[in-house]
């Protein structure tokens, strides 16, 4: 269960948390409403179905434009756990098993 969530389910739930109140502050901050977020769901639902085959120039450009913020984002925080050893071969990680066989 903790390889499928990413965790334990306690702490999985409180990162959630945590993050789920930040982006909220944001985008409370920006003017959004949850009922108005929530409204618009059906209406983003017909609006794809009426769309026909354009759909895939809109899929498309929303596939480009959300890679646009999340690959730098995701580029800088592998970067972030490299320099600081929280990957396998980091900086300051190394292998464990090699400095076992010296004790």
Known sequence: MDKLIGGSPLAVAARLLIISLIVGMILYIAGF???????AIPKLINAIYDLGYKWIDVVVQW???GAIVVVPIWAIVRVLKFVSGGLKGGAKGGDKSKEAKKS
Not at 33 to 39: F, I, K, M, N, Y
């Open 63 to 65: 596939l480009v434009l």
């Open 33 to 39: 409403q949850a009922d108005e977020l929530l409204d």
